[in-house]
């Protein structure tokens, strides 16, 4: 397999997994305004990530040193937050399930694989779901991060 291929076959994964975050946020009831909101489908590694700015009173906690590469909005106050980590997704994971409960929010419904991981979350008046995905062609390797987060009730 070429670099070439190798990329773009990644690019597919990565538009699955975000695909899977938002039908997994549909299904715990983040519905139908996550799904149509989307995730930008390709990310630099962070190094040359150009950083956007997080919605003001964005409260969910993101990975020590990810760089917000794109916010998006839907209805009913939905956020969709995609960044990258300069560190390997296994200690994003750790950070992730450190964090969480530290900011009073309960993890639920999640799984981890060899190289990605996602987990519902609620509490502190939200819900939502995160999912991170190896980004093995940066070097050092960094991870990819994507948040749908949204009021809850």
């Not at 305004?33 to 489908?41: F, I, L, R, Y």
Request: proline share 6%; charged share 20%.
């Amino acid at each position: 397999m070429t670099p070439r291929t190798a990329v773009r076959l990644l690019l597919v994964v990565l538009a699955l997994v975000a695909a899977g975050v938002l039908t997994g946020c549909e299904e715990k009831g983040l519905g139908e305004a996550a799904k149509g909101v989307g995730t930008v489908q390709t990310v630099d590694c962070p190094g040359s990530a150009r950083a956007v700015d997080l919605p003001a009173g964005f409260t969910a906690p993101l990975p020590e040193g990810t760089v917000v590469v794109d916010v998006r909005h839907g209805d009913k106050d939905r956020t969709v937050v995609t960044g990258v980590v300069p560190a390997a997704e296994k200690d994003v994971l750790a950070q992730l399930q450190k964090a969480y409960p530290a900011a009073g929010l309960t993890l639920t419904e999640g799984e981890t694989e060899e190289h990605d991981a996602e987990s519902n979350f609620t509490g502190g008046g939200l819900k939502g779901r995160w999912a991170i995905r190896e980004l093995s062609d940066c070097s050092p390797v960094a991870t990819r991060i994507d948040l749908v987060v949204a009021p809850a009730g």
